[in-house]
């Protein structure tokens, strides 16, 4: 089994900042990439950073030059910093961990932005 669990989120205004945290337990023999998803009311869930086993990142569009994705590999942890934040990223931010093939996705944190 393995369990995954996001962490850090929160209300926060315009031009502030978050870090989120995501930790991934249980019988994990090695974690390839690792990702963030958010999902707003009413739209599809959206890619937001990646991260290799290699450190290679990949960000969307609308978050490059503001969020930076980061790995713990020793504690099989994932983080997001997000500095700058607009009311548009306000979403349930998800995480997945991709082990084996498999990805294994946390419950979501929220995160609200306001004006």
């Known amino acids: 089994q393995v369990q995954v669990a996001e962490s850090g989120g929160g209300l926060v205004q315009a031009g502030g900042s978050l870090r989120l945290s995501c930790a991934a337990s249980?019988?994990?023999?090695?974690?390839?990439?690792m990702y963030w998803y958010r999902q707003a009311p009413g739209k599809e869930r959206e890619l937001v950073a990646a991260i290799t086993v290699g450190d290679n990142t990949n960000y969307a569009d609308s978050v490059k030059g503001r969020f930076t994705i980061s790995r713990d590999n020793a504690k099989n942890t994932v983080y997001l910093q997000m500095n700058s934040l607009k009311p548009e990223d306000t979403a349930v931010y998800y995480c997945?961990?991709?082990?084996?093939?498999?990805?294994?996705w946390g419950q979501g944190t929220q995160v609200t932005v306001s004006s």
């Open positions: 249980g019988s994990i023999s090695r974690i390839n990439a």
């Open positions: 997945s961990a991709n082990i084996l093939g498999f990805e294994y």
